[in-house]
């Protein structure tokens, strides 16, 4: 089939992922049209995305690269320290529920990523505002409020058909659609899901005391509860709870659900005050069996899908981006075509090694920490203890937390 292409690239997906392709390829010289099936007042909303995301300081990088405007800035709360406890059911602060503490800071950074904060954390909301902004000034085709009914992906290019009845057509097509991708499931990448038995709640608060720049994850039998420092000294909280108390939790009065969370929260930041509503997302891990097929490549949760408790989930993404981007430059300099097998390969092999790596991790350490096992929580109290010892371990684990390690892409590299 010879199909009469549009664009260089069609992406679907108008996302947090989808949105930093369609830029960092427009930047590159590619023409882009992004397919969103959301509306833009939906998606500034305080009730479109309750989450806040942990961005490394190489992915915040990128935006400021991309033109993000100084809302995406302001919003922006460095992350200087990251502790993590292992603690008993009821409370993270009561007495020995934290009999070890490992904690990581900045300072921990190698010399090259001197200055820098460990990441940064920054509400979902804030960034696709800050996105839909530098899109509007770019030369991106955009088509909203549209969704992808089906595809075809052709010897020379791929067409994408929509709900409203137009049909896009571009030498390459990319599917940010998240974890039920229509275009994967289209060309036949299967993907294995496996579920955690827990949800995530996801709320913000008011903190009765500075946080100073600090994350605490605190790990539990039934799942961690982490604490993001967010600007103005609120937090974002993500309570990780087995999928039955998850629900109960997320409608209880706001006086119950608050003083449930003061048992959890310990001591360093006062009793918190809820603000905004409550979120709840069904935590499962992905896998797919490919990130490309003819015509098409996979980013972000389309390509793969882990536990938050690493907060590698956007950033793995965002690497997505920039290594697809620099692939496809890179080919279109030597003139090949960039919907190839040949050049797709490219992409697909530079980030199995990340992505595999990556996701394997956070399903470990979901396994591991969510258990009350005594020789499981002997062996975690050593490791943190040794880790929290070792300033070469700390170092280690401050360069994975800023996404600095690793074969980066030139967009997210120092210097």
């Known amino acids: 089939m010879h199909i009469e292409t549009d664009y260089d690239v069609a992406i679907a997906g108008g996302g947090l992922t989808g949105a930093t392709l369609a830029l960092a390829l427009d930047q590159a010289g590619f023409s882009v049209a992004l397919v969103d099936a959301n509306r833009p007042e939906a998606m500034e909303s305080e009730a479109f995305d309750g989450r806040a995301s942990a961005i490394a300081f190489t992915a915040l990088r990128q935006w400021r690269n991309l033109g993000l405007d100084d809302r995406l800035q302001a ?28 904690s990581i800071s900045s300072t921990d950074l190698g010399e090259a990523e001197a200055g820098e904060p460990l990441g940064w954390i920054i509400e979902n909301t804030r960034v696709l505002a800050a996105l839909l902004a530098a899109l509007d000034r770019s030369g991106v085709t955009v088509v909203r409020p549209a969704q992808v009914t089906g595809a075809e992906m052709a ?3 791929g067409r994408l058909h929509l709900d409203n009845g137009r049909t896009l057509s571009a030498r390459l097509l990319v599917s940010s659609e998240g974890r039920r991708s229509v275009l ?11 579920g955690y038995g827990q949800t995530g709640v996801v709320a913000t608060v008011a903190l ?36 039955d108390r998850a629900r109960a939790l997320q409608t209880l009065p706001e006086a119950a659900f608050t003083a449930l969370l003061a ?4 001591d360093d930041l006062g009793r918190p005050t809820l603000i905004g509503p409550r979120f709840a997302y069904p935590l499962s891990l992905q896998r797919v069996s490919a990130v490309t097929a003819p015509r098409l490549a996979l980013v972000g949760d389309a390509a793969h899908g882990l536990h938050p408790i690493s907060g590698q989930g956007l950033n793995l993404g965002l690497e997505d981006v920039a290594a697809l981007t620099e ?16 050049v797709l390969d490219r992409y697909a092999r530079w980030r199995r090694l990340d992505v595999t790596g990556t996701v394997t991790a956070a399903d470990l350490i979901a396994r591991a920490f969510s258990s009350d096992h005594d020789s499981l929580r002997w062996l975690r109290g050593l490791a943190l203890g040794v880790a929290d010892r070792t300033p070469a371990i700390r170092q280690v684990l401050a360069r994975e937390a800023g996404a600095a390690a690793g074969d980066l892409p030139r967009s997210l590299a120092l210097g």
């Open 327 to 342: 692939v496809l430059s890179d080919a279109r300099d030597l003139g090949e075509d960039i919907g190839s097998s040949l």
């Open 75 to 102: 919003a922006a709360q460095p992350m200087d320290r990251i502790v993590v406890t292992d603690g008993r059911a009821p409370g993270a602060g009561a007495g020995p529920a934290l009999p070890v503490r490992l």
């Open 184 to 194: 994967r499931q289209a060309a036949g990448i299967l993907a294995e899901t496996a």
């Open 263 to 266: 048992r959890r929260f310990g």
């Open 155 to 157: 010897g020379n290019g």
């Open 208 to 243: 009765a005391r500075p946080h100073e720049g600090t994350a605490w994850q605190h790990f539990m039998p039934a799942g961690p509860l982490a604490i993001l420092p967010l600007t103005g000294d609120r937090a974002s909280l993500v309570w990780t709870e087995r999928d």
